[in-house]
Nanobody, 119 residues
Framework: QVHLVESGGGLVQAGGSLRLSCAAS????????MGWYRQAPGKQRDLVAT???????NYVDSVKGRFTISRDNAKNTVYLQMNSLKPEDTAVYYC?????????????WGQGTQVTVSS
């Protein structure tokens, strides 16, 4: 079991920046992939960015060049640096950990943190 706690959300004006953090309750060294997802009101939860254990990253097109995902295995923490924020980035942001053990896939979610971008 892995518990994830997000922090760093808040209210920011368009063009501003925020850095989200996702702290895990255990070492993330063995976690295959960590990711950030977001869910706007009335919409489904969508992928924002992922980072694999080897460091490979993946971003949804709408955030490429503006958001950066990174992980600090020593601190068991994953970050999402968000720059040039737009009102359409407003959503609850969730952290997800994916772990593969043998043939079993385990997924863990945090409780989410609200990001609101005003125009």
């Amino acid at each position: 079991q892995v518990h994830l706690v997000e922090s760093g959300g808040g209210l920011v004006q368009a063009g501003g920046s925020l850095r989200l953090s996702c702290a895990a309750s255990k070492s993330i060294f063995s976690i295959n992939a960590m990711g950030w997802y977001r869910q706007a009101p009335g919409k489904q939860r969508d992928l924002v960015a992922t980072i694999e254990n080897g460091g490979t990253t993946n971003y949804v097109d709408s955030v490429k060049g503006r958001f950066t995902i990174s992980r600090d295995n020593a601190k068991n923490t994953v970050y999402l640096q968000m720059n040039s924020l737009k009102p359409e980035d407003t959503a609850v942001y969730y952290c997800k950990a994916t772990q593969v053990i043998g043939t079993n896939l385990y997924e863990y979610w945090g409780q989410g943190t609200q990001v609101t971008v005003s125009s």
